[in-house]
């Protein structure tokens, strides 16, 4: 075994990013967006992922071997052709413990030493895999919550007990987390006077996602939406994002404005309405039913995963978020990019409200409640001389403007952040400026 630390040091120093998967997630789009922006000739990543093993082979199999029966996920491309490469380990089910732990030792056994560190994303069981990697080499460990909260049931509890082990400051090199209530979440509640606890935000690709109105009118006229009113939801179908709320708002959207005898909305008389919903996942099929249940069928747009999502959102005029829980939302950043008001659920950190775009409401009260703030803003978009503000809500372009401006100086683009994480990549040091401040403003703590 080589002795611990040690790491290879011909060519770039290379990170190895531990996920489930790579397909087109919160998660996994912001790392790959760190990605794309660092000096790749200093700095390379490459992807641990886990996949679907045959029961009993799990701890046979090699990595080699796992890739060639899985099949390519949405990243896998953009990984490989940034000179990142990709690794498999059999998918961790709670009864195949010891052999998911003995897959994982002879991987990194094989690895020996390649990693200058290894940051786990999948965090459920991190508190098993960067021992491992650490025994083997891994210079730094470093876990990275995504999220605060977690699924419901035995799922969920499993997932707390499994993360336990997390909270000891002794565990890692570094802690790192998108937001300070996902910190405090995993890590436990004074983890933030630990000065290797981190929060590094989502941040994102900010002039990606300026408006455009060229953009908005073409992705508009093609997919025949010219004349409608447009509520989107950027994110995968999973219990965490509540599409049944989502779709319940907009059907009282659409009732409201049939029902509207006292004019109320007259300004949005005459417009469809249309509720774009982009991402994937295991609940789709089932929010597909419920849509035409509650008779919004046809206006519902389910359109998948789009590469092009910046697109997207130019299309959009309202930006719609019930949240059960949620690290640090990146959609939500982006929304407010391209110069959206967002209505978000009070189950998100106030982490992400980087501008005067951003109002809440409470889970708590009922679909229609949601449904009349929608369209008084939309309302009030109209009317934006009745809103005192910065925001100049009634030019679309402006609105993006100023909030492209808000967002970078919070720390939330990905270029300056980049340069951030490249300089602790390298050297494996983190600057500290106390738990309440940041590397450049307000966002960036540790």
């Known amino acids: 075994m080589r002795e611990e630390g040690a790491v290879r040091e011909k060519g770039p120093v290379r990170i190895l990013q531990v996920f489930g998967s790579l397909g087109l ?9 760190l990605y794309r922006h660092l000096d790749r000739s200093r700095v390379q990543f490459d992807f641990l992922v886990h996949t679907k093993a045959e029961k009993g082979r799990e701890e046979r199999l090699s990595s080699k071997t796992l890739m060639a029966l899985r099949k390519p996920e949405y990243f896998d491309p953009y990984i490989t052709k940034l000179g990142g490469r990709i690794f498999a380990v059999p998918r961790f089910t709670g009864r195949n413990y010891f ?202 747009l389910f359109l998948g995963n789009r590469s092009n999502a910046s697109a997207y959102y130019q299309a959009m005029d309202y930006f719609l978020f019930p949240s059960r829980y949620e690290g640090l939302p990146g959609t939500v950043v982006e929304a407010q990019a391209s110069g959206l008001q967002c209505l978000l659920s009070d189950g998100i950190t106030d982490e992400v409200d980087l501008t005067e775009l951003v109002s809440r409401k409470s889970l708590q009260e009922e679909p229609e409640a949601w449904a009349k703030k929608v369209l008084a803003d939309l309302i009030l978009k109209e009317n934006p001389k009745e809103k005192e503000g910065v925001m100049p809500l009634g030019d679309r372009f402006s609105c993006s403007q100023v909030a492209a401006e808000q967002i970078t100086e919070a720390g939330f683009d990905v270029a300056v952040q980049a340069r951030r994480m490249q300089e602790f990549y390298e050297t494996g040091r983190m600057m500290r400026r106390g738990s309440e401040e940041t590397w450049s403003t307000k966002k960036i703590s540790c």
């Open 99 to 300: 052999a998911y732990k003995k897959a994982l030792q002879r991987f990194f056994a094989e690895h020996e030493g390649e990693w200058k560190m290894v940051q786990g994303h999948m965090t459920s069981t991190a508190a098993i895999y960067l021992p491992i990697a650490k025994k083997y080499g891994a210079g730094q460990i470093i876990p990275h919550v995504r999220s605060a909260g977690t699924d419901p049931g035995l799922k969920g509890i499993v997932t707390g007990l499994l993360r336990r082990p997390l909270r000891k400051s002794s565990f890692a090199d570094y802690r790192f987390a998108c937001t300070k209530q996902a910190a405090r979440a995993v890590y436990g509640e004074d983890c933030l006077k630990d000065e290797r606890v981190c929060v590094i935000p989502n941040a994102v690709d900010v002039q990606n996602f300026v408006y455009q109105e060229e953009v908005r009118e073409d992705l508009r006229t093609e997919l025949g939406l010219t004349s409608a009113v447009v509520i989107g939801h950027v994110g995968r179908f999973h219990y965490a994002k509540n599409h049944e709320f989502l779709l319940q708002v907009f059907a009282q959207m659409k009732k409201l404005l049939q029902e509207d005898e006292r004019n109320e909305y007259a300004l949005l008389h005459g417009l469809s309405l249309r509720l774009l919903l982009l991402g994937e996942g295991e609940r789709m099929d089932g929010m597909r039913d419920l849509a035409k249940e509650l008779g919004i069928g046809e206006e519902v």
């Open 25 to 33: 997630g919160g998660a996994e789009s912001r790392v790959v967006d």
